[in-house]
């Protein structure tokens, strides 16, 4: 049995700990910052005083909001983010929220979660109908026939083969014209052909399945530089064979760039290592031709 004078010490110093409590409290109340936000916390102070340290970890988070410009400043922990005290279940908890600026980020750029890109460039993210304009006539053909097509959808029925040396913007504006439908929530995909079939290749034994299921259903898909893969029996008879006839069928808008005109492309798919296959190559390009309009693209090498 515990003493008088041990329950006595003990009594104290629960007494010595809550006066603390209450001085780092009061303390930390003479900060705005802090009185700012405890004042808007539905907990009282008895509450609040248990969570004095957390909450000036806030409130220093919020002061340092109170004087920055842009994301590119923030100071914070995490950047974009704000130490933030919430009520959960009529508890107090701690999360990190997105500040004005992360918001505003967040919905400027929702619209990149449509497009999906596989080995593709992330400059392609930026790729932007309305810097297009500003650029030579050269490209007058192909331009025009992607604002049509972006007036015109979804009453749509072809996509575009569009062909022409290396480096001239071909990926960058088909990029561009799906940037500018996934800002409308259309869902589209990019994918590099040679990479793809590698990687596809490779996800024999994984998830190869899912990989080609997404690429046959993508509402609209971006085959970019076909032409520049090694021809195999496989890639030609196998993927990309059965995927021009799914979409084919189901009326799926596809488009190409290349760097081959659609008969030296023919020519490309005619020779796999020693073996001529012309029937078969044949058969892919007409069905590339029958979902596709053409357009050539000239000019100089944008290339960096
Ligand atoms: P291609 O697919 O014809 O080989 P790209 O689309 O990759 O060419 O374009 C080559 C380079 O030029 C890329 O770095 C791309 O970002 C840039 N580019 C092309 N068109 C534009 C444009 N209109 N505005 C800004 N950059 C562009
Ligand atoms: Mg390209």
Known sequence: MKTLGEELEKFKSKKDISRDLLNSYSEALTNPFFKELVSNINKNSDELMKYTSLLEESACEYEKCSTCK???????????????????????EFTYSPCKFQQKYNKE???????????????LKNANMKDIFTDDASRLEAIEWLMNFLKKYPKVEKGLYLHGSFGTGKTYLIAALFNELAKKGIKSSIIYWPEFLRDLKASFNTDFKERFEYIKKAPLLLIDDIGAENTTDWGRDEVLGPLLQHRMQMNLITFFTSNFDIELLEGHFSVS????????????IERISYITETRKIIGKNRRK
């Not at 290592?273 to 892919?284: F, G, H, N, T, Y």
């Open 70 to 92: 842009n994301l590119l400043e923030c100071k914070n922990k995490i950047t974009g983010h704000i130490f933030t005290p919430v009520i959960i279940d009529n508890n107090l």
């Open 109 to 123: 750029y929702k619209y990149l979660n449509n497009v999906t890109f596989f080995e593709v460039s992330n400059e």
């Open 273 to 284: 290592k020693d073996k001529i296959s012309v029937v078969k190559a044949k058969r892919i």
